[in-house]
């Protein structure tokens, strides 16, 4: 290669032959194959390896084997994962991997409100009804399942928002075994630090990894972890649905969440610390009326969450005396605390869904699922919880 322009265009070396200590970008949207019977055991799954991005990058594999391994950690199962653009990317793809036209999901009624919509707005016209239940009624759920043999899907979220429902995972995996249907958790709140899903029997788990796994808020992302291993594999339906689709993670994203996860376990311990000292705190408060966390003996849920959880993560809701003026005023008085629309990074944030993410939703249909005039959402941050008490304390002002 003897032209300066040409030079201008090569790779300067080959990335692969040194040793990264930190797992390096793999900016590329493709592979180069050693002959063309390697690439074309590549691309008819003969051969696992790389070729294309969409289909497979070695940043992206390697992040989602490590959150694959971490909601198997300690259970003897084999687990495998894949990556997504967004956590509603993992579940649309779940979706159209596992379900078709005729096919049914059955589900409560106070999911993450995007998961909703989706399986409402973009799934039921494409055939795939969605029936909402309370899935706290064990008896209920298996009445569904025993008599609606297009029920394909039991799909929950626990702890749910912004109430800190729990449901009761064990049953439930064992109620969808029981019945031949596929059982699938989101467990963006919890994360494999407190909750390990797969562990009671549970098919499928999304994340939005967003949230915790990332922890820091600067990377949109999603994942799925599975038992079947065989749906993740090249040419397994999930995997298919993926590449298709078009709804893998690109490897920069996936890099954002790997170095956010390297601190998840003393993340997740700290969160859940400050936030069940923070609870306790806002009970004590006269301006409080209720505070919803299920790391409180009084939470309705409080039993389950102890049965199936190690601690109690960083979500919890407030409901304000004063109603939606009291939910206005503290939140214009708030100082330590970010409001921000999103949940699960290293500081504090809040939000009053009555003026903020529901305000467009109709009071009937908020009111149903828990979301009152003064109720404050409060991600509870890793800072010192002192710092949270004191900016609450003074924003309530009672
Ligand atoms: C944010 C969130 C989602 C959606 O994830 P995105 O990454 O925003 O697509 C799904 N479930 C829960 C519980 C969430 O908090």
Redesign the pocket.
Known sequence: MSHINSLCVKEPHDPRTTKPHVLPIYATSSFAFENIDEGIAIFSNQKEGHGYSRYANPTVDAVAGKIASLEAAGTGLQAAGLLFS????A?STMVMGLLKSGDKILTQGNL?G??TELFVKIFQPLGIETILTDLHDLDKVEEFLKKDDKIRLLYC?TPA?PTHACVDLPALASLAKRYGKYSAV?N??ATPMLQQPLRYGIDFIVH?T??YLNGHGNS???ALVTTHTEQMRMGGHIWQAMKLAGTNCSPFEAWLTHNGLKTLALRMERHSQNAQRIAEFLQQDKGVVQVNYCGLPSHPDHAIAKQQMSAYGGMLSFELAGGLEAGIRCMNRIRFCTLAPT?GDVDTLILHPASMSHLHIPKEVRLANGITDGLIRLSVGIEHAEDIMGDLAQAIGS
């Open positions: 967004s956590g509603q990317a579940v993450y995007g998961t979220e928002n989101d963006t709140f939005s967003t949230k949109i992302a999603g949940l």
